[in-house]
């Protein structure tokens, strides 16, 4: 079974700071992994999904990396605003065919302080 | 264009009465799933649709819980009778399967609190 751990539960930084949000899985045989932010009382928006065969994403000040053999990823997010504020979630999806379950973490709980 | 759409935002019921949440997928996504999330958590698959089928449903719990996708497009998703454990959040999402980017879109969610 699949499981998916991110680690820190919680991180506050202050405003400028650049930060890393990491995200570990057990199987590596995965399709590909997505990042999602989460704000209060909302529902999830997609940040950013990297294929299994990509080792990296970037969006704006987000840059996703993805090493699938390790089953690590990490999110990177540079010169960090008050609005980055949300909880952040990664999630994978099973096997090599599209349409399979998608496992999520439990989220990393970002403050960022002005 | 529009999001995923879901209704009702809030709810709240005693223990024991029914209640349904309807989800409306983006425009032309063909797959269709409903999560669970309880505070402080990663949302859990309830059952996932390709089309009018459902392919994974084997974490709904089949005696309290039903959905239906007709036509393919909408969705429900009932529980009936409700427990308190049932309280969480019931998110609703879409996806384009086969196409490259795969990503899958949220709405912002049914908040249910059971008493």
């Known amino acids: 079974k699949q499981e998916v751990t991110q680690i820190p539960a919680a991180l506050s930084v202050p405003e400028g700071e650049n930060l890393v949000l990491n995200c570990s899985f057990t199987d590596s045989a995965i399709y590909n992994l997505q990042w999602f932010r989460q704000d209060p009382g909302k529902g999830l928006t997609s940040l950013l999904l990297i294929q299994s065969s990509q080792r990296e994403q970037t969006s704006g000040r987000l840059n996703a990396s993805l090493d699938k053999s390790s089953g690590r990823s990490t999110l990177y997010i540079a010169a960090s605003q008050p609005g980055d504020s949300a909880t952040y979630l990664c999630?994978?999806?099973?096997?090599?065919?599209?349409?399979?379950?998608?496992?999520f973490g439990e989220g990393t709980q970002l403050t960022v302080n002005p | 264009e529009a999001g995923v759409v879901q209704s009702p935002r809030y709810k709240i019921i005693e223990k024991k009465q029914p209640v349904a949440f309807w989800c409306n997928p983006i425009?032309?996504?063909?797959?269709l799933y409903w999560y669970r999330q309880n505070l402080g958590q990663g949302p859990e698959l309830l059952i996932r649709?390709?089309?009018?089928?459902?392919?994974?449903d084997s974490q709904l719990p089949k005696d309290r819980f039903s959905a239906e996708r007709l036509k393919g497009v909408d969705s429900t998703l009932k529980i009936q009778p409700a427990e308190l454990g049932d309280s969480a959040v019931y998110l609703c999402?879409?996806?384009?399967?086969?196409?490259?980017?795969?990503?899958?879109?949220f709405g912002e969610g049914s908040w249910l609190t059971v008493v």
């Open positions: 999402a879409s996806s384009l399967e086969g196409y490259a980017g795969n990503t899958i879109y």
């Open positions: 425009s032309g996504h063909n797959t």
């Open positions: 999630a994978v999806r099973k096997g090599e065919t599209s349409g399979s379950r998608l496992t």
């Open positions: 649709y390709e089309n009018e089928e459902a392919v994974d």
